[in-house]
C-alpha cells in the first residue's frame, strides 16, 4: 500500500498515539482549536489579534463590521478553546474601555502553521503553474 509523504515518525496506525505521552493537550482538544478556526469570523479574530498586541471588542467590532452579541459569541468560542485569552483592566482607560483580548502562543501557532501554511502553499503552487509568464 502506497503512503503519502512521512510527517512523524513511525507513523501510528492509531490517530490517538500522534501525541506523546506526556502532550499537553488532549487529540480532542486540538481538533477542537482546529474547528475553531475553521469558522470564517473566528479565524479572522484570532488573525487580527495575532497582529497586534491586543484589541477591545470595540476595536474588533468597527474593524470586523460585527454586531457585538455576535462577536462576543466567537470571542467566548476562541477562549474557550484556548487560541485567545481575555485581559481586564482593573481601571478604564481614558477611553472608557477595560477588556482586551490577545491571541495566545497556541493562537498565533494555528495560524502560523496551520491556515496560513496552506494558504502560503497555495500562493507557491499558483506561481509555479501560472501559464501567463511563459
Known sequence: MGT???RIADDPDDPDDLLPAESVLSLEEYLEMQAAIGNRTR??????????D??????????M???DSTLHYHLNELRDVGLIEK???????SEGLYTYYRATILGDVIL??????????EW????A???SEH
Do not use: C, N
Request: hydrophobic residues 30%.
Open 87 to 93: 485581559r481586564v483592566r482593573t481601571e478604564r482607560d
Open 43 to 52: 479565524f479572522e479574530i484570532v488573525y487580527r489579534l495575532s497582529r497586534t
Open 4 to 6: 503519502k509523504h512521512t
Open 65 to 67: 463590521e460585527i454586531d
Open 129 to 131: 503553474y501560472d501559464s
Open 54 to 63: 491586543e484589541l477591545t471588542p470595540t476595536e474588533l467590532e468597527s474593524m
Open 112 to 121: 502560523e502553521h496551520g491556515v496560513e501554511e496552506l494558504l502560503r502553499r
Open 124 to 127: 507557491a503552487f499558483s506561481e
